[in-house]
């Protein structure tokens, strides 16, 4: 079970590096994709960041 949640913390940390990443990107002039596609691939990269991460939380506090 440890490992699950040490994968779980991984997986949650490139989700929300991602979502960064395309937040950086929307301060950025003249960027393509359009900003409105940016916000919601950023949206869903922190949710599923943010999923990730209490699924996780979850498994540690189990063990």
């Known amino acids: 079970m440890k490992i699950a949640a040490i994968i779980f913390f991984i997986f949650s940390a490139i ?3 991602g979502a960064i990443k395309y ?3 929307l301060t950025r002039p003249g960027v393509y994709p359009p900003k409105q ?3 919601k691939k950023a949206a869903a990269l922190f ?3 943010g999923i990730f991460l209490l699924i996780a939380l979850l ?4 063990i």
């Open 15 to 17: 989700l929300l590096l």
């Open 23 to 25: 937040l950086i990107g």
């Open 37 to 39: 596609i940016l916000r």
């Open 47 to 49: 949710g599923g960041g």
């Open 59 to 62: 498994i540690s506090k189990l």
